[in-house]
């Protein structure tokens, strides 16, 4: 596996520039503090860490609002040009290119000891409008190639890595490829040309593939493993791979998962970036409080899995302040760290305490013989339900048997009282079934708030294809909320299609707090 870092020979002005400005060293200039910044930076913490904190950068907020730039210099070491390397920005009309902004950025990164990865060579959306599906396949190779190579010669030696593909997988398509011009008219080669055509261009960049929706276990993380490991065998130049972790408060991966898919993927030699966090907050109900409580949870969670993974290089965010996220357009989803007044919000403590590699707690277990020591004293079910001691757990399971409607499962009422507080919360579950190759198992959380614009809601807390006849992990963090007081809350568990025997054992509920 290669790591290729490049030295660049800082010049000393530009250094005692750094100095000045408080970044790029260990402790923090006067102008930091009185700029009413944290005594302890990101970058700081990070650099302690082994790691790399990033964060997006939007060209326009970097040339227009100073307190932007000075908060991006004060806590990130690592940025990523959020907008500004696209293909459509870059060179809207063919051969004639735009580099201002994505200069303006290196030129910063430059300036406060930052370093950049590219964003992104070869992406369905924000193509130019020249490249069409009308091109032979010839022409888009020539333009793809051309703009691959002349991008990344005008940064040679001066970017760490760059995202040469994005979001190429999509397996809700047969071929389990995203529809797009290069897949459509080249197939999917043009992956392996992209990262061949990028290595040649600069042999000294780590090179990334960046992909959306693989932080849990499941079909799309298996389909991009499977491709990375194709590729590799091949001998495509691809050095790293970007989780990009862009998730919802009300609903993310467990800390579980989401450390499995990242052994995973470093066990093919491949550097690991989580790269575009965000956390929206609009879909947990409740009040802002509890919604800003539950992000802190989800970034700690984040960053720790980073931190404690060896093979993780870097964290990323997709964005830094509120002001400037892409996701506002539905609503205040403050999916950021800095509020807009660039106030650092509870999410910031949520990466201090991650980047220092501490997990968030969990409390006792809050589902009454989640273990079934008491057999299934508590559980019901429209079909037939038996206890068993597990050898292969060595615990005792309930198995659901007989069941031949799609909703008939395993259900435990009675939750209220443990989980009408609300708040961030963390669901497992081993599970296990009979009778197919393999199914999706569900948990959800079955809401009765009569007071409520939705007086029955089915919240999916986690949902993963389970193999027939294996115990498999069913994980998933949760934000539970309520615009009202609920008055009954059941936990249910259940596969499709109905007609499998489902197994299910040491069953968790558990509340989440920072440590
Ligand atoms: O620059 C034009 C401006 O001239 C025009 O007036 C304005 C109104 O139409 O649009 C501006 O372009 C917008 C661009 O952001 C720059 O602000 C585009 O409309 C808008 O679609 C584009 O959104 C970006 C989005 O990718 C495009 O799909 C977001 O800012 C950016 O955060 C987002 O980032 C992607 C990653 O690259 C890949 N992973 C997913 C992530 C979120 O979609």
Redesign the pocket.
Known sequence: MRRSRFIRQVPVLLVVASLSLGCGDDTPSPEHEDAGGPSTTLRQLAARAGKRIGA?V?A?ALATDETYASVLAREFDYVTP??AM?WG?LEPVDGSYAWADADDIVEFAEAHGQEVKG??LV?H??TPSWVDSSMSADELSSALEDHITTTMTRYKGRLRAWDVV??AVDVATDSGFTQSVFYEVLGPSYIADAFRWARAADPEALLFY?E?GIERLGEKSDFTYDLMQELLDQGVPIDGIGL?S?VSTHRYPSLNDLQANLRRFASLGLVLNIS?VDARTRLMPGEKESRLFAQRIAFQQIVSACVLEAGCEAVTF??FTDKYS?INDEGPEDPLLFDRDYEAKPAYDGVVDGLAGERPALGPNLVPNGDFSQEDAGWSSDAELNSIDDDVLDMRAVCVTGRDGGSMGLSRAGLLDALSGGGPFSFQARVRIEGAESVSVEARLLVEEPASGEPLQELNIAARPVTNGEWMELAGYFGLGFESSPTAITLTLSSTPADVDLCVADVRIESVSAR
Do not use: Y
């Open positions: 997006a939007d326009a959020e907008n696209k920005p964003h992104t992406w959306r924000q994005n979001e960046n959306v990009q862009h575009e997709w964005g892409w």
